[in-house]
């Protein structure tokens, strides 16, 4: 797994400084190139010698950091980096990345990196069952990093606790678990992702949407670039943040997101349809905020269809492209889902049951049915929406494949 990899090691100050030497060993020994970052507490355990004799490579501490040669090293490190991996990861440490702090070369290195991150911490138990650390421990994970568990057992101060620097061979045992790189089955390829509810105006402070949150969209935007694909996100307004390096278009209209996807499928290799788009709109919108008069007890809104985009899509559609759609349904989901796949000549469309208030829209969840062209089912278990997003991914990259 390690082979050819580039890790950064980032070692913080911690009595198990010293056990980050047989780390190091066991990630070259598993085929990676390894370099280290050492804090400044950390230099006060272990020195840069030591790491830079067993890695071969420069050591950047606080004191090497800056040099006259123009070179700005924390970011050519953080570029070089495949995954950063942070052991032992003091209280400090954590609460610096924790929250976004770049005041020594090892959070700014960390703040640079954009490969997976892994933080293995090693603290006083109380340190760590600290609300701080646990705070600063749940904001890593919802960043996507990785936190393992310190180990149990007895501490420097003399008492059992957990807070242990797990013992080296465990740590890369339990990272070989982890599926840490993405395989890059969509490098090169271009991919339209679209996302949330669309909004229909009824009048200038009105509109008509659904209670899409966005997320499966985001979360596909999300995989389709760890897998190497070049991503458009076409977004309605959603309470998300992008993933960073994609392509986004904001809309809010289902003519807008029509106009959007017609204009860049021709360049595309594949177009994923996560938006929950509006079946209909109303016939007029109002230029003037519609009042309420001594009248009209009742109100009556006149809706006309709005146009299918994946039936559109599908006109155009040349044999090397795929397309993707979901299919939302509360009833007879697989009987429905059968039916958008070859109604709107889809090559693979994820089916999912909204009627369940656990999965589905606005849930972190999902459960869906792929379905695909060539008749082939499977369901997933319910899971995240990331989880269900990657497998997407593999099924979109395979099916590329065949075209
Ligand atoms: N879709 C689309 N254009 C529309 C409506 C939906 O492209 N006007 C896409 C959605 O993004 C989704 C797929 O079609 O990928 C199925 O959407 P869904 O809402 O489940 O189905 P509908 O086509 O709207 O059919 P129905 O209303 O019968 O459920």
Same mark, same amino acid.
């Given at each position: 797994m390690f082979e050819g990899k580039h890790v950064t090691l980032t070692i913080s100050g911690s009595v198990a400084a010293y056990k980050a030497a047989t780390l190091a060993r066991s990630l070259q020994r598993a085929g990676a190139t390894v370099r280290v970052v050492l804090t400044a507490a950390a230099a006060r355990f272990v020195t840069p010698a030591t790491f830079a004799a067993l890695t071969k490579q420069p050591v950047l501490t606080d004191t090497t950091w800056w040099h006259d040669d123009g070179q700005i090293a924390h970011v050519e490190l953080a570029d070089w980096t495949d995954l950063a991996i942070a052991a032992p990861a003091s209280a400090n440490l954590m609460a610096q990345f924790a929250n976004g702090l770049a005041n020594d070369v090892a959070s700014a290195t960390w703040l640079a990196t954009a490969?997976?991150?892994?933080?293995?911490?090693?603290? %006083?138990s109380h340190m760590w069952q600290a609300a701080a650390t646990q705070r600063n421990r749940q904001r890593l994970l919802d960043d996507g990093v990785t936190v393992l568990q310190p180990a149990t057992g007895a501490l420097a101060e003399g008492y059992a606790g957990t807070?242990?620097?797990? &013992?080296?061979?465990? #740590?890369?045992? *339990?990272? &070989?678990?982890? &599926?840490?790189?993405t395989p890059q089955t969509l490098r090169g390829k271009s991919v339209i992702v679209t996302a949330g509810g669309t909004r229909e105006r009824l009048d200038p402070v009105r509109f008509l949407t659904n209670d899409s949150s966005g997320k499966m969209g985001y979360a596909v935007a999300a995989a389709a670039q760890a897998a190497g694909a070049t991503v458009t996100l076409i977004t309605a307004p959603t309470r998300l943040t992008p993933p960073a390096g994609v392509t986004v278009v904001p809309i809010q209209s289902t003519a807008e997101l029509a106009e959007a996807v017609l204009t860049r499928f021709p360049q595309a290799d594949a177009l994923v349809m996560a938006a929950a788009v509006a079946d209909f709109q109303p016939l007029t919108a109002a230029d003037q905020k519609i009042?309420?008069?001594?009248? %009209?007890? &009742?109100? #009556?809104?006149?809706?006309?269809?709005?146009?299918?985009?994946?039936?559109?899509?599908?006109?155009?559609?040349?044999?090397? *492209?795929?397309?993707v759609g979901f299919a939302a349904e509360t009833q %007879?989901?697989?009987? %429905?889902? *059968?039916?958008?796949l070859q109604s709107k000549s889809l090559d693979l469309l994820a089916a999912n049951d909204v009627s369940r208030a656990d999965i589905g829209f606005n849930s972190d969840d999902n459960q869906v049915t792929f379905i695909q062209a060539d008749g082939s089912r499977d369901q997933t278990p319910k899971t995240s929406k990331q989880m269900i997003a990657t497998a997407l991914v593999a099924r979109l990259a395979a099916i590329l494949e065949t075209k």
């Open positions: 490969a997976p991150k892994v933080v293995v911490p090693a603290m %006083n807070g242990r620097f797990p &013992e080296p061979a465990d #740590i890369v045992r *339990q990272l &070989e678990q982890l &599926e840490l790189f009042k309420k008069t001594k009248d %009209n007890d &009742e109100l #009556i809104l006149k809706l006309k269809k709005t146009p299918d985009i994946l039936a559109e899509v599908a006109k155009v559609k040349r044999t090397n *492209q795929v397309t %007879n989901l697989l009987a %429905n889902a *059968q039916r958008k």
